[in-house]
């Protein structure tokens, strides 16, 4: 994965060569290289197997990188690592003399989030991470040491509608947004860190200080379109401090292109016609009697009248829903066979 202001070379294990034993190109190796490989990689293609076995001089295999350093700068290291096992497993990350961190004898069955906060003390300093595993392997992918420049504080994101978005809404794509409080690193959002129901996202779109990111999504059906943090959410400020959650609620855009259905039933006695009209959600329509009639607009319910003489006749209903779904034109038939006026009771 690529970061602004990266020291470590080859970070995510993407460049290596192959003999008899795969090494990884920018990394210093240990004496002992024991069951060190490849594997599917937190991001990219690869990251780094390693799977040293007990019976080796030394039972542990490493591998390090000399990073040029600032007496006294603050810097953030991190990485991701999955993997290890229960027993005789053990893992470090060093820098220079300082344990950056340590695991015995764990097991990570997901990608995890590695990170420490160091202050350099010499113009050199070496990373080293250092493995044994004799049962199973450890991975690691995404290796990122960066000046934090005096900022080790996360920053806070929340994912949510984007202002200004409708809800409901008959237009898509809909828009969500991941907002910060801070300058983002923004080759370190991506679709991968969301995910979402009923919909595909399309390109994102970065600006601004602080960072907003707006997502958009194209719905799949009618319906409720829905987004999260994936699984694999990561962001990161120009410092290198890396964010796994975000906040925000209202993640939830109802998407309606379905028009309303408008139905109608007429009662006729005498001369007083009735015809009650009613839509499955929420409409307005227009009455027209005949062809040759004119439309009323928002005539509502019941439509009344008493004046017509004996015959057959139609009333024409068209409508729509507040989100301008345009009904299909519908009508309703009825006789008046009386020339008087039935009671009103």
């Not at 408008?262 to 009455?287: F, M």
Request: charged share 15%; proline share 5%.
């Amino acid at each position: 994965e690529s970061v602004a202001g990266n020291l470590v070379a080859n970070c995510g294990f993407e460049a290596y060569t192959e003999d008899t034993a795969y090494h990884p190109t920018g990394w210093t190796e240990s004496t002992y290289w024991d069951h060190m490989g490849w594997t599917s990689g937190h991001s990219g293609d690869y990251g780094l197997s390693a799977g040293p076995v007990s019976s080796g001089e030394g039972s542990v295999s490493s591998i390090s990188q000399e990073l040029t350093t600032v007496i006294g700068t603050a810097y953030s290291l991190s990485f991701y690592l999955s993997g290890g096992a229960t027993y005789d497993a053990s893992f470090t990350a060093t820098l220079g003399d300082t344990t950056a961190s340590s695991y015995v004898n764990e097991l990570f069955s997901t990608w995890t989030l590695v990170q420490f906060a160091f202050t350099a003390s010499a113009a050199s300093t070496t990373l080293t991470f250092s493995f044994y595993n004799d049962p199973s392997y450890w991975y690691l992918d995404d290796v990122v040491f960066v000046d934090a420049g005096g900022d080790l504080t996360p920053p806070t994101v929340t994912l949510a509608q984007k202002a200004g978005q409708a809800d409901p809404t008959k237009t898509g794509p809909v828009d969500f947004a991941l907002v910060a409080d801070e300058p983002l690193d923004t080759a370190t959002v991506a679709a991968a860190d969301f995910d979402v129901a009923n919909g595909t996202i399309g390109t994102i779109a970065c600006s601004g200080t602080p960072t907003a990111c707006t997502i958009p999504v194209t719905p799949t059906a009618d319906g409720a379109v829905t987004i999260a943090p994936s699984a694999a959410f990561s962001v990161r400020d120009l410092a290198g401090n890396t964010q796994t959650a975000a906040g925000g609620t209202d993640r939830s855009i109802t998407y309606d292109t379905t028009p309303p259905v408008i139905t109608a039933s007429p009662k006729v006695r005498g001369l007083n016609v009735t015809i009650t009209i009613v839509a499955n959600e929420t409409a307005t329509w227009d009455c027209r009697l005949g062809t040759s009639g004119s439309w009323v607009e928002n005539c509502g319910s019941p439509w009344t009248t008493s004046s017509l003489p004996k015959g057959t006749y139609t009333l024409y209903l068209r409508g729509a829903d507040t989100l301008g779904n345009i009904a299909e034109e519908s009508s309703v038939t009825f006789t008046v066979k009386s020339g008087k006026k039935a009671p009103l009771n």
